[in-house]
C-alpha cells in the first residue's frame, strides 16, 4: 500500500510505525471472510481492510468524523485478520494508534465520556471492583436480568500451596479476576504445585493495563504497566522462572510490555524482558503433559467443548495447545463451528457495543452447546464470564478443569 502521511504526524514514533504497517497491506481482502463484525455487519468499513483505509486516510490529512470513529470503536481487536493475513499486516497495533488519534480529534457525547472514564476507573482498580461485585451479588435479584446476568457466583478459591519448590513462577493476579473467579489462580499454583513449581503473586502487582488501554487511556495504561514491571524486577533479578498468566486477554498485554515501553529509557529493557518470560498456563503445563498424563491416566470421560479466547489464539498464537492437555485428563472435546470468532466480550466490548455483543454471544454459545458438552472450558476470565451469561451449562478455566481431575486421582 502506499502512503502519503500529512505533515502532523510524519516522523513520529507512532507515524512511523502506522506507515510501515500500513505499507505491509496488498488490499488482498483475506482478512473480510474471518472478520466477525463484517460476518455480522457487511459493511467493508466493519472490516479490518475498510478500517486500514480509514485510518489512512485519516493519517494522510483527511478529515477525521465521528463515522470514523464508529467503525474503530465496532472493531473487537480480537485479531483474526492477523491470523489471515498472508502479509503479516499487524492490525492489532495499527488500530491501537488510530483509535488513540480519533480519540484526540472528535469529542463523543458527554454520556459516552462518562462511561468509557468510569470503566477505566473501576476495573483495573481490585477493591473497587471487588467491592461493586460483592454488591451485585447481593442486590442481584432486584437488578434487571440482563444485568443480573452477567454477575457470576462466587466460587471459593480452595488452598493455595505454600513456596516450598526451587523451581519458582511469578503470577499475574489482575483486576476483576481475583474477585470474580479466585479459584482459577488457586487451581493453577496447585496444579504446578504438583509439577514441582511454586507459584507466587508479586506484592504490589496491579491490572496488566488493557482495560485502559483500550479505552484509549494509554497513560493510565502504561503506569499500570510500569508498576507490574517494578512489583515483578525483584523476582526476576533472583531467577523467577516465567511470568505466568491465566488470563489470555492479560497474557497479549503483558507480551506487548515490550513494544509498549520501547521509548522509555528507564523502562525498556525491563520491559522487553518481562515480556520475554511472559508465559501463558497452558505453555507452562503442556511443557510438563508427560508427568500430568500420568497423573490422570483412568480418568473418567466427559464431553466438553473448549472455547478458544482470541487473545490466546489470535493475540498469543497459541493453537492446539490446551485441547490435547484436556484429551489426556480425559474429556472428548466435542466440535466447535466457527471456533476462530470472537465470542463478543472483548474486555469492555460487550458494554460499549451491547448489541453486537449480543448476537456474537448468541452465535458463539449455539457453537459451543452444538455438541451437548457437559461443561465448557475456556481460558480467559472476560469470555467465561461472557459466555456463562448466555448459557446454563457450566463455563470454566480449563485450569480448574485440570486441578478437578489431579484432586481426584489423588484420592
Known amino acids: 500500500m502506499q502512503t502519503q502521511l500529512a505533515e502532523w504526524i510524519r516522523g513520529t514514533p507512532e507515524g512511523i510505525e502506522a506507515d510501515s504497517i500500513l505499507r505491509k497491506c496488498v488490499h488482498c481482502g483475506f482478512c473480510l471472510a474471518t472478520c466477525p463484525t463484517y460476518t455480522l455487519l457487511g459493511d467493508e468499513l466493519d472490516s479490518p481492510r475498510g478500517r486500514i483505509y480509514l485510518m489512512k486516510q485519516m493519517l494522510e490529512g483527511a478529515p477525521v468524523t465521528q463515522r470514523t470513529q464508529l467503525h474503530l470503536d465496532r472493531c473487537l481487536t480480537c485479531r483474526a485478520c492477523e491470523t489471515t493475513c498472508p502479509s503479516g499486516v499487524e492490525y492489532g497495533k495499527l488500530v491501537d494508534i488510530g483509535r488513540n488519534l480519533v480519540e484526540k480529534k472528535v469529542p463523543r457525547p458527554a454520556g459516552e465520556r462518562f462511561k468509557r472514564w468510569a470503566l477505566s476507573r473501576t476495573l483495573p482498580h481490585r477493591g473497587l471492583f471487588g467491592a461493586a461485585l460483592a454488591l451485585g451479588r447481593t442486590f442481584r435479584g432486584l437488578l434487571p436480568e440482563a444485568l443480573a446476568k452477567k454477575i457470576p457466583d462466587a466460587r471459593p478459591a480452595g488452598a493455595w500451596p505454600a513456596a516450598r519448590h526451587s523451581r519458582r513462577m511469578l503470577v499475574l493476579a489482575g483486576c ?236
Not at 186 to 209: F, P
Not at 273 to 300: C, F, M, N, T
Not at 306 to 324: A, D, M, N, T, Y
Not at 331 to 341: E, K, N, Q
Open 176 to 411: 476483576v479476576q481475583p474477585s470474580m473467579a479466585p479459584s482459577i489462580n488457586a487451581a493453577a499454583a496447585r496444579v504446578l504445585d504438583g509439577l514441582g513449581i511454586s507459584l507466587v503473586e508479586a506484592r504490589g502487582s496491579t491490572c496488566c493495563g488493557a482495560v485502559a488501554f483500550h479505552l484509549n487511556y494509554q497513560d493510565d495504561s502504561l503506569a499500570y504497566v510500569k508498576a507490574n514491571i517494578d512489583a515483578w524486577w525483584p523476582h526476576v533479578e533472583k531467577g523467577a522462572e516465567a511470568i505466568v498468566i491465566t488470563a489470555s486477554g492479560c497474557g497479549t498485554m503483558v507480551a506487548d510490555y515490550g513494544h509498549l515501553l520501547q521509548h522509555d529509557a528507564a523502562y525498556a529493557a525491563k520491559a522487553k524482558r518481562i515480556s520475554e518470560l511472559a508465559r501463558d498456563i497452558s505453555q507452562v503445563v503442556a511443557a510438563e503433559r508427560a508427568a500430568l498424563a500420568l497423573a490422570v491416566k483412568g480418568q473418567p470421560e466427559e464431553k466438553l467443548a473448549f472455547h478458544s479466547p482470541c487473545s490466546l489464539q489470535h493475540g498469543l498464537k497459541i493453537r492446539g495447545v490446551v485441547e490435547p492437555i484436556l484429551a489426556d485428563a480425559g474429556f472428548r472435546l466435542t466440535h466447535v463451528h466457527d471456533a476462530h470468532l470472537c465470542c463478543g466480550s472483548a474486555g469492555t466490548y460487550s458494554i460499549t457495543q451491547p448489541e453486537l455483543s449480543k448476537q456474537l454471544l448468541k452465535n458463539k454459545v449455539r457453537n459451543l452447546e452444538s455438541g451437548k458438552p457437559v461443561r465448557i472450558a475456556t481460558a480467559n476470565i472476560g469470555c467465561l464470564a461472557h459466555i456463562q451469561s448466555g448459557t446454563a451449562t457450566p463455563v470454566r478455566h480449563w485450569i480448574e478443569l485440570l486441578d478437578e481431575r489431579l484432586s481426584a486421582g489423588r484420592g
